[in-house]
């Protein structure tokens, strides 16, 4: 009997210990508004070298951990455009290389389970708003290797993470961003 109960606490400790390290595991995930909140604790006008360093890298593995739909959040509120606009040249550079796989993997493969329905309204706006934007000048502080950078890795995942289907889908949106580039240059 005695064993049993033994056992039986045991395993309600294991248990309990389990259930701790799942929480711990859930609360230090990041969101968007935990990313939101460390880039307004942690302002990279005031830091220099290894601190600024260092809380570039901790957005990076942050970004790279909250969801395609966080990341949009966080596009469409300006944060991480603000954040990146904040950066040095080389310090862009190597946050792309960082965050940029995660990112355009995480986009086909919400690509990829969307509706078909639903993906072709979203290319349809997307279009729209590419062909008002065909001819204008790139926006202040546009740089072309920058540019290139994203076009690459973009691509990249685009013929190597999304369905077939997706990139029928898709075909449209990619020739208008190509005739928007040729006409930057």
């Given amino acids: ?11 309600v400790l294991v248990w309990a ?22 880039i307004a604790k942690h302002p990279l006008g005031a830091q220099t070298g290894g601190a600024r ?33 904040e950066l040095t040249p080389e310090e862009q550079a190597a946050f792309l290389d960082a965050t940029l796989p995660a990112g355009f993997k995480q986009m086909m493969d919400a690509f990829n389970k969307m509706d078909p329905d639903k ?14 934007h065909e001819g204008e000048a790139p926006p202040p502080g546009f740089d072309e290797k920058t540019a290139n950078k994203i076009i690459d890795q973009g691509l990249r995942s685009f013929y190597s993470d ?10 449209p949106l990619i020739e208008q961003m190509q005739r928007n580039l040729q006409s930057m240059h």
């Fill in 1 to 11: 009997m005695k064993f049993r109960r033994n056992i039986l606490l045991a395993l």
């Fill in 17 to 38: 210990v389990a259930g701790v390290i799942v929480y711990g595991i859930r609360q230090a995930r990041p969101t968007a508004q935990s990313l939101a909140d460390y």
């Fill in 53 to 85: 360093a260092k809380t570039i890298a901790r957005v990076g593995d942050m970004l790279n951990g909250i969801s395609f739909e966080d990341r949009q959040t966080l596009q469409r509120r300006g944060v991480t455009r603000d954040f990146f606009k």
């Fill in 119 to 132: 993906r072709r309204k979203f290319v349809e706006r997307a279009l729209e708003e590419a062909k008002k």
């Fill in 162 to 171: 999304s369905t077939a289907a997706v990139k029928l889908d898709l075909a």
